[in-house]
T-cell receptor, first 113, second 112 residues
Framework: GAVVSQHPSRVICKSGTSVKIECRSL??????MFWYRQFPKQSLMLMAT?????????EQGVEKDKFLINHASLTLSTLTVTSAHPEDSSFYIC?????????FGQGTRLTVV | QKEVEQDPGPLSVPEGAIVSLNCTYS??????FMWYRQYSRKGPELLMY????GNKEDGRFTAQVDKSSKYISLFIRDSQPSDSATYLC????????????FGGGTRVLVKP
């Protein structure tokens, strides 16, 4: 299957700081990527759709000013958690599709202390 | 009511048994159906992808879709301890570039 790479896999940051998470499609181009959030023992919740060259589309209840998404190229989307707080601690996962199937990155575990 | 329902388990089976997983959904617009396996603290891994109703087999995995009943299944034959994971069903209305709606996931434990 296609490869989606996410970096970093784990990050610990202080409350009030910002954290950037990268999502790359390694062997295909993706005009659309998706960002999900997953709490322990729960399923994936879609946060936003990242569109190359245009603004991201956010799901209801997701603060676009807190979760900044930039899809500057066909192989890279970034999610920046701004002014992070402990309640933002979670597992963040991106996905992209080379065709019909969706492939996921390894996920980023964010801990805000 | 959630769009996609999935029993959270845990489902515990002995090694070598058949694992049977299923999801029900309410939105008849879903056309594409997927099963993912997720190990703890890892991203989901695509196992099976099917379009519309029917069966699909790949090695030890068989996926079934019954659109008339809004019911999908995944069967794992000859289960191994390495199959212990959380299994997520997902579905979408369109193909490429469309967002997925996930079930809650079923935790499976295969005991040696």
């Amino acid at each position: 299957g296609a490869v989606v790479s996410q970096h970093p896999s784990r990050v610990i940051c202080k409350s009030g700081t910002s954290v950037k998470i990268e999502c790359r499609s390694l062997d295909f181009q993706a005009t659309t990527m998706f960002w999900y959030r997953q709490f322990p023992k729960q399923s994936l919740m879609l946060m936003a759709t990242s569109n190359e060259g245009s603004k991201a589309t956010y799901e209801q209840g997701v603060e676009k000013d807190k979760f900044l998404i930039n899809h500057a190229s066909l192989t890279l989307s970034t999610l920046t958690v701004t002014s992070a707080h402990p309640e933002d601690s979670s597992f963040y996962i991106c996905s992209a599709s080379p065709g019909t199937e969706a492939f996921f990155g390894q996920g980023t575990r964010l801990t805000v202390v | 009511q959630k769009e996609v329902e999935q029993d959270p388990g845990p489902l515990s089976v002995p090694e070598g048994a058949i694992v049977s997983l299923n999801c029900t959904y309410s939105n008849s617009a879903f056309q594409y159906f997927m099963w993912y396996r997720q190990y703890s603290r890892k991203g989901p891994e695509l196992l099976m992808y099917t379009y519309s109703s029917g069966n699909k087999e790949d090695g030890r995995f068989t996926a079934q879709v019954d659109k008339s009943s809004k019911y999908i299944s995944l069967f794992i034959r000859d289960s191994q301890p390495s199959d212990s994971a959380t299994y997520l069903c997902a579905m979408s209305r369109r193909a490429a570039g469309n967002k997925l709606t996930f079930g809650g996931g079923t935790r499976v434990l295969v005991k040696p």
